[in-house]
Each structure stands twice: as structure tokens, then as C-alpha cells.
């Protein structure tokens, strides 16, 4: 586990009881006033990168987290301008589930999680056929989802056996936390009452076994249903200290073994058509150890891509990188995805 302190890793969440964090906090004050920083500020995404984006948001939801575990209440402008800015790009054909792919957390961290989750949210809900305005509001309600997180003791969330009854109790309170930040900071608009409510009801299942507030099928906001598997999705795919990140194939296999009853048949659909791929630019490692970027997609053979071969299989630079359609090369196959940073370093 990362030391808390640790100042290389100043950008992860601390989990510790806000009320060490923050001693000045008056914990019982009856409305606590919004924060400064994150009511009026808003990102600048105007004509930025994709990479930009990312860090103008993990920079937002840090404040916000900050905010949070201080007892104080958010705006929820600066996130619909970063979220309009991520469907602008999803829509001019920018491929963002990049972004979330080589995202690489040791530890869980609800800033990445959150983003991925609103990235990923976006690729899904295209395929959903969900208009603009409704794939914004999602990616802000992914966004926001888990900053209740903040009030959870580190120990309990990162627990590898199972939770006590009052660990477990503590854990599921987190969804009213950030629904109370969110709502509280002003009279909200119908929207963002929407809003905060799928950020709410983002664990919730169709089973009747989710939380808070254990509602079933039909009284589950249809985004949030499409978020929880998301959300599972992600979480799954990324690395946690009791367990390694699954490849995109796995992790699917995973939800319908475990989860097929807690989601809408059409959202597991969406899912797999758009995630279960491997997109443009992401770097694969093949059967053979080659570690390889992917460069097209196989529309009717989406889990084998052509793919650049970069590296050889004891980790050398290849100085021609060769072309391979592994379509069209059955005993050549794609074993894990490989983060960018766990790249050989260039002067292999």
C-alpha cells in the first residue's frame, strides 16, 4: 500500500477521516456554506488535448473531494462543462476509452475511477442511441458518483476478506454523502436533480441487492443501471491491491457469471459491442510476449485487430515494427492489455 506520506503521490485520495484531515471543519454546522474553488471555477477545455481534459478533471474531482470530506457542498457547472467537452469529442469521432485503457492504478482511486467511468459512459451510451444532452448528464453522474468515497476509512474499502456488518453499513453510506453535497449547494434545477439522483442510485440492482436504499428494477433510474455496469466494468479492468486487473474479455465474462441478473439485457449488450474491443492505440501483449499497439480494428472479428508489433518477446525495441492481422493468424492471440507506462523503456 502507497505511503499516505508519500509526497510523489500527493494526487491520491486520502481515505482518512476527514475530521484529521480538516480539524477546523465544523462537522455539525446545519448548511455548510458551497467552496469557493469548485462553485465558480470552471474547466478551460477550449481547444485542449484529450490528455488536457483528463488532468483539468482529475484536478476538479480532487477539489471536489476535498471539499466533500470537509463537510462542504459542490456545483455541479464546472463538471457539466468538463463532461459537455468529453461528448463533444466522443461525437467528433474522438475514441475516449483510450484514455481509461492506459490509465494504470496501483490502488484504488476514486479520482481515476470516477473519470474512466465517465469516459467509459460516454462510449456505451453512443451505442445506446442516448441524444447529446442525455450522454452529458451521464458522464457528469459518473463524474460524481463515488465522491461519497472520501468518508470511507481506507482499511474497510481496500478489506480483501469480507466486510463486517457495520463495515459494510458504513461503506454503503457513501452514495448519500455526495447526493447530500450535490443538492445541497443550491435549488436545483429538474436536470441536476436528475442527475444527483442516477449519482445516487449507481449501486443499486435490478436484483434488489444493491444500495443504498435496496430499490429494484423498476424504481432504478435507467442511467444509473447503465452506470452500475459501467462501473462494475471498470473496476474490474483496473488493478486493486487483493487482486490484478482483468482484460476486457474477462472482465465481461465475469459480469454475466456473477452479475447477468443485476442489469437490463440492452445495457449488457451495449457494453460488449462497444468495450470488449480493443481500440485504436491501445498496446496489447500477444501469446508469443510481443508487445504490440493496435492500428485497426477487425469490424467483424473485434478481438483480433491488426496490430503493430513493437517489441520483441524478450522486450527489444524492434528497430522495423512489422504489421500483423492476427484475423488472419490464428495461433498468434492477444493474452492482456499492457498500460503505457509499463512499456520497456525506449533505450531497450
Known amino acids: 500500500m502507497p505511503d499516505p506520506d508519500d509526497k510523489s503521490n500527493a494526487r491520491k485520495v486520502s481515505f482518512t477521516d476527514a475530521a484529521l484531515k480538516y480539524p477546523g471543519v465544523d462537522a455539525g454546522a446545519e448548511k455548510p456554506q458551497p467552496c469557493q474553488p469548485c462553485e465558480d471555477a470552471a474547466p478551460e477545455t477550449s481547444g485542449a488535448s484529450l490528455e488536457e481534459d483528463y488532468a483539468t478533471a482529475e484536478g ?59 469516459i467509459l459512459s460516454l462510449q456505451v451510451g453512443k451505442r445506446h442511441k442516448l441524444p447529446r444532452q442525455d450522454l452529458q448528464e451521464l458522464c457528469t453522474s459518473a463524474l460524481l458518483h463515488d465522491l461519497g468515497m472520501v468518508k470511507v476509512p481506507r482499511d474497510i474499502f481496500l478489506k480483501p476478506g469480507t466486510l463486517s456488518t457495520t463495515e459494510r453499513e458504513l461503506l454503503q453510506k457513501h452514495p448519500a454523502v455526495a447526493y447530500e453535497a450535490i443538492l445541497g449547494a443550491h435549488d436545483a434545477t429538474a436536470s441536476e436533480k436528475g442527475m444527483a439522483e442516477v449519482a445516487y442510485s449507481v449501486h443499486e440492482r435490478c436484483t434488489g441487492r444493491g444500495y443504498p436504499r435496496r430499490l429494484s428494477a423498476d424504481e432504478i433510474p435507467e442511467r444509473a443501471k447503465l452506470l452500475g455496469l459501467i462501473d462494475m466494468y471498470e473496476a474490474l479492468t483496473h488493478n486493486r491491491p487483493f487482486r490484478k486487473r482483468l ?17 437490463p439485457t440492452d445495457a449488457l449488450k451495449a457494453l460488449i459491442d462497444q468495450l470488449t474491443t480493443y481500440p485504436v492505440g491501445c498496446s496489447l501483449r500477444l501469446n508469443s510476449g510481443e508487445i504490440c499497439r493496435v492500428v485497426a480494428t477487425n469490424p467483424f472479428s ?13 522486450g527489444k525495441r524492434l528497430a522495423e515494427p512489422r504489421t500483423l492481422d492476427l484475423s488472419r493468424s490464428p495461433l498468434q492471440f492477444i493474452v492482456d492489455t499492457v498500460f503505457e507506462e509499463d512499456l520497456p523503456s525506449p533505450g531497450v
Open 302 to 314: 473485434p478481438l483480433r485487430p491488426v496490430v503493430e508489433v513493437i517489441f520483441s518477446g524478450s
Open 60 to 118: 476538479l474531482l480532487d477539489e471536489a473531494l476535498d471539499i466533500v470530506g470537509r463537510g462542504g457542498l459542490i456545483r455541479l457547472e464546472p463538471f457539466e462543462r468538463l463532461s459537455g467537452s468529453f461528448t463533444e469529442r466522443l461525437l467528433d469521432g474522438e475514441n475516449l476509452a483510450l484514455a481509461a485503457y492506459n490509465k494504470k492504478t496501483a490502488d484504488y482511486d476514486v479520482v481515476s475511477h470516477s473519470l474512466n467511468v465517465g
Open 247 to 263: 482484460p476486457p474479455l474477462d472482465a465481461i465474462k465475469e459480469i454475466i457469471a456473477t452479475g447477468r441478473d443485476c442489469f
